[in-house]
């Protein structure tokens, strides 16, 4: 019998100050008792990948509860973009003093050779723009910070990093999602945690991972230059939830519902509607707790539907056709009360109401869906 135990790789992407997100990531796999045996990254999936390899869960969460961007990048504290612009016009990118403090005072380069994990990072060289693949064993000794700091060099927007007379910039340049070179080094399952930055994407490699289980936000997570403790605790609680949905301990798509708390239709259709109702995706919902949150923003809507039901009724007297009538509804109202008079309609009418066509279904299928939840749970 072959009991052989396969490896088991977290490829981190780079994503500047998005990197946060996959600190939550982390606290969700720690949770779920994944083992990891190499840990890959580009850019700031460099620098989060040394703190996997040195195994510090804790010291993470509390660099990305405090880095701000001057602590970065070699700018005045309290910086704005616009500053921040000048900075790499006038200098020709911006200094990363401040970067290399960081990594100097959370890297533990002996600490991350002497782990039984894996460690590797891309970074570019600028002479014949040539790619280096380099796990651990491959860098030399007192040079690991020197190398994560090159990794993440997004030159023009900081000066490349000189190691040893030559060049380096950020390997997102050629590879902003590893996976190759953990695959190359025998990984057969892939943990891939994808924050959508700017940077190339070995397709192919993405395409043929084995055992591959990607993480990734459908929520914009914030200007990748402009480090924000505030921004950082949200997308960090984000990778947290979305990591559990990807392992199936959540269920929902846009939003993190607890297991089971709908039926797997209603929960899309929760789902629609939370995303129309601009409810919190930070938030764990549970079927109370959602219901509650849903009925509350509901509640301060009431007038407007009120308003919008009476007029609307009215229009539909002079409109010729169903899809005409669609389509002048919604260049009229918004979407929540497009949802209001959609629902209105399905509890008036049932399968009978305009609502449930096929032509209405394919011009506004999100706001269908969140009207069939607020009809069945009777929220309006």
């Known amino acids: 019998m072959n009991n ?8 981190l992407s780079g994503g500047g100050s998005r ?20 840990v890959t990254g580009t ?57 290399r403090e960081l990594l100097e005072k959370y890297i533990d380069e002996d600490r991350v050779r002497q782990s039984s994990m894996d460690y590797g990072l891309v970074v570019v060289e600028t002479s014949g723009f040539k790619v280096h693949r380099l796990f651990k064993g491959d860098i030399p000794h007192d040079k690991i910070i020197d190398y994560v700091l090159a990794s993440s060099s997004v030159f023009p927007a900081v000066h490349a990093c000189e190691i040893d007379g030559k060049d380096y910039i ?14 190359e080094k025998g990984a057969d399952r892939i943990i891939a945690v994808k924050l959508n930055a700017m940077g190339i994407l070995d397709h192919e490699s993405f395409k043929n991972a084995p055992n591959l289980t990607v993480i990734e936000s459908k929520w914009n997570l914030g200007n990748t230059l402009i480090f924000d ?81 009476s007029h609307v009724k009215r229009m539909g007297e002079s409109l010729s056709s169903a899809v005409a009538f669609i389509k002048d509804i919604k260049n009229i109202v918004s979407q929540k009360t497009l949802c209001f008079l959609i629902a209105d309609s399905i509890k008036d009418k049932g399968a009978d ?8 279904i394919r011009l506004m299928p999100e706001q269908v869906a969140a009207a069939r939840f607020l009809a069945k749970y009777n929220l309006i």
């Open 170 to 183: 950020d390997g997102g340049y050629v590879d902003v999602l590893p996976i190759k070179m953990a695959v």
């Open 229 to 309: 403790v505030n921004n950082a605790r949200r997308i960090m609680r984000l990778g947290y939830l979305d990591t559990m949905r990807a392992f199936g301990v959540l269920d929902g798509t846009y939003y993190a519902f607890s297991k089971n708390a709908f039926s797997r239709t209603d929960c899309r259709l929760a789902d629609a509607c939370a995303h129309i109702f601009d409810m919190d995706p930070a938030v764990l919902y549970t079927r109370s707790v959602f219901m509650d949150k849903l009925s509350q923003s509901i509640s301060l809507s009431d007038r407007e539907m009120e308003e919008a039901l």
């Open 4 to 11: 052989k135990k396969g490896l088991t790789a977290l490829v």
């Open 43 to 99: 850019s700031v999936g460099a620098i989060n990948g040394a703190m996997v390899c040195q195994g510090d869960l804790d010291l993470t969460v509390k660099l990305w509860k405090e880095i701000e961007t001057h602590m970065v990048f070699d700018v005045p504290e309290g910086s704005q973009p616009i500053d921040y612009a000048k900075e790499i016009v006038i200098n020709h990118g911006a200094g990363t003093a401040g970067l």
């Open 19 to 38: 990197g946060a997100y996959q600190a939550g990531a982390w606290q969700a796999l720690a949770e779920l008792g994944i083992d990891i045996d190499m």
């Open 353 to 360: 109401s305009i609502f449930v066509s096929r032509a209405a």
